[in-house]
């Protein structure tokens, strides 16, 4: 089964940092890598996903990286703003159907 | 294009009560998703629908929870009986086609928060 793992487990930064959000996974054997955002009380929103036969894509602020090799995915967020403020998770297939989500970080951007 | 629905959005229950989550996917949407988030974890899968099939229910303890999909639209996840262990958000999400591999996006609910008291 894939682990995803994500670190930091919470990042506090103020506004208009760029920051980066790692993800790593074991089974190097993905099919895609997807980030999510999720704010309080609500679902999810999917940011990003990355197929395995790319290695990065990219919407607005954010780009995220994909490094099967290595296992990491990265999720660069550039000029960070105070609505950014959420728990972002990143979630691997390799077994075809379910995703397999990491804990999340917990981001706090401040004015 | 209307998001996932889900009700109820809240519910308290005393551990050994049933309880029913509710959940219309985006119209056109073949593949309908439960999953479990516990508090301080990601989701985890439960069960995975295609049209009114089951394609995954490996991690769905099957002797207290159940869940169908009828007509290939709507679906229904109950809990019976609850225990403490099962207060977590309770999240829904379609995908068009899902499949294997799956390739796609999944859209998310806003989920229904159950406590278990």
């Known amino acids: 089964k894939q682990e995803v793992t994500q670190i930091p487990a919470a990042l506090s930064v103020p506004e208009g940092e760029n920051l980066v959000l790692n993800c790593s996974f074991t089974?190097?054997?993905?099919?895609?890598l997807q980030w999510f955002r999720q704010d309080p009380g609500k679902g999810l929103t999917s940011l990003l996903l990355i197929q395995s036969s790319q290695r990065e894509q990219t919407s607005g602020r954010l780009n995220a990286s994909l490094d099967k090799s290595s296992g990491r995915s990265t999720l660069y967020i550039a000029a960070s703003q105070p609505g950014d403020s959420a728990t972002y998770l990143c979630?691997?297939?390799?077994?075809?159907?379910?995703?397999?989500f990491g804990k999340g970080t917990s981001l706090l951007v401040t004015p | 294009e209307a998001g996932v629905a889900q009700s109820p959005r809240y519910k308290i229950i005393e551990k050994r009560q049933s309880v029913a989550f509710w959940c219309n996917p985006i119209s056109g949407h073949a593949t309908l998703y439960w999953y479990q988030q516990i508090l301080g974890q990601g989701p985890k899968l439960l069960i995975q629908f295609q049209n009114n099939g089951v394609v995954d229910d490996s991690q769905l303890p099957k002797d207290r929870f159940s869940a169908e999909r009828l007509k290939g639209v709507d679906s229904t996840l109950k809990i019976q009986p609850a225990k403490l262990e099962d207060s977590a958000v309770y999240l829904c999400?379609?995908?068009?086609?899902?499949?294997?591999?799956?390739?796609?996006?999944?859209?998310f609910g806003p989920g229904t928060r159950l406590l278990v008291l």
């Open positions: 999400a379609s995908s068009l086609r899902g499949g294997y591999p799956l390739l796609e996006t999944q859209y």
């Open positions: 979630a691997g297939t390799n077994s075809g159907y379910a995703l397999n």
């Open positions: 089974d190097s054997a993905i099919y895609n």
